[in-house]
């Protein structure tokens, strides 16, 4: 079975369990669209659902 992603935004989920390039592919399209969306594992969705809805954004330094 391949790995599933869902797609988060700061206000929550935007997609659910896609695959990889599935997930991909919408990211470029939110991105044209100037939507900050981030791709997480479905294990971190679940995290995330279960913390409150709080997704850990990446830092970049």
């Known amino acids: 079975m391949k790995d599933r992603y869902t797609i988060y935004t700061k206000e929550g989920v935007l997609e ?3 695959t990889r390039d599935e997930a991909i ?3 470029k399209k939110y991105e044209e ?8 594992s479905e294990s971190e969705a679940k995290r995330i659902q279960e ?6 954004e990446a830092k970049w330094e």
Request: hydrophobic fraction near 40%.
């Open 33 to 40: 669209h100037g939507v900050d969306a981030y791709i997480v």
């Open 25 to 27: 592919e919408k990211i």
């Open 51 to 56: 913390s409150g809805g709080k997704l850990n």
């Open 16 to 18: 659910n369990v896609l």
